[in-house]
């Protein structure tokens, strides 16, 4: 029996990067769960009106589904996204709102995670009412304060860029090196 921690992998980037497809491709391929985004399904249920008195639930509720996958998987865990992403869109959307335990716990969790799979603007826009920026100046500026976030913090990540299979590839080749380290 392998011992070896449940490496947790976040798909992370701005909205409209392929990430939830990644997230599904990459779970099939290696039968291990994923956690999709948990604000999609809160977004539905409360009729699309999200208020800056939300993101405590949104935040719980991501946490709990993440933690709930882990206790399924054998050797790798796929999250759809992370409490950096809670905080990052708490600060755009509801600008000095965001709990600060929740800012906190985005800190400490965001040390835990093996590897983030930065997702690259380079996909063509698709047209959803939860997303925000669909202009190409406003795809930099989340593409630049995704960035930073990794880069400020020092934490692990590799650009996935590309279309289909070479985007595929490229996030495959970064899970496959993070498994050949466990």
């Known amino acids: 029996m392998n011992s070896a921690p449940v490496q947790r992998v976040v798909l992370f980037g701005p909205e409209s990067t392929g990430k939830t497809r990644l997230a599904e491709q990459l779970a099939a391929r290696y039968q291990e769960p994923w956690v999709p985004e948990y604000v999609r399904g809160f977004w539905d249920a409360h ?3 999200i208020e800056a008195g939300d993101l405590d639930a949104i935040a719980r509720g991501q946490l709990q ?11 790798l865990l796929l999250c759809d996204t992370d409490l950096l992403t809670n905080v990052l869109w708490a600060d755009l959307l509801f600008p000095g709102a965001c ?15 093996a590897l983030y799979l930065f997702c690259q603007t380079d996909l063509p826009f698709e047209p959803d009412p939860q997303r925000c920026f669909p202009d190409e100046a406003g795809r930099r500026m989340c593409l630049r304060l995704w960035r930073e976030t990794l880069e400020t913090r020092r934490l692990p990540f590799r650009l996935i860029q590309g279309q289909g299979d070479d985007r595929l590839r490229h996030a495959v080749e970064a ?7 466990t």
């Open 47 to 49: 009729a699309g009106h």
């Open 65 to 75: 589904a993440e933690d709930e996958a882990a206790g399924r998987a054998r050797r």
């Open 99 to 113: 709990p600060p335990w929740l800012r906190a716990e985005a800190d400490r969790r965001s040390r835990t995670y």
């Open 175 to 181: 899970v496959d090196a993070v498994l050949a380290r």
